[in-house]
């Protein structure tokens, strides 16, 4: 399968469509390599669906970097400056390329919560 995420506005209840994101691979040295960036589509999910397919995952450490408040503020939301949440970067890790992972994000503009998805 690969790597997949959705994104949730759990301030408005509904996905974040347009929410910027990075996707990057940790090397060895503690560097981040840049992968992919996009925004994601109407039903908050990578424009692309896969982040990254089952052929693309390494065994490593990744992070996905997501523009929370510059979505938020599209959205018509006063927040201040600087935003509390401005980007949340989520770090983790694939043990295992030829499972699925999918990282949700559930987020508001003071707070968010992610898991491993199915």
Request: charge should be negative; charged fraction near 20%.
């Amino acid at each position: 399968m690969g790597l997949s995420t959705h994104v949730l506005d759990t301030a408005h209840g509904r996905p974040a469509a347009g929410m910027g994101w990075s996707l990057f691979r940790i090397e060895a040295d503690g560097t981040r390599t840049l992968l992919k960036r996009g925004v994601t589509n109407a039903d908050g999910r990578g424009s692309e669906g896969m982040l990254l397919g089952y052929e693309e995952l390494e065994i490593a450490r990744y992070q996905l970097v997501y523009q929370v408040a510059a979505y938020f503020r599209a959205q018509g939301v006063a927040l201040p400056d600087p935003a509390f949440l401005d980007e949340v970067t989520l770090a983790f890790g694939i043990a295992d390329t030829t499972q699925h992972y999918h990282v949700p994000l559930l987020c508001a503009p003071f707070s968010y919560t992610t898991y491993r998805g199915s």
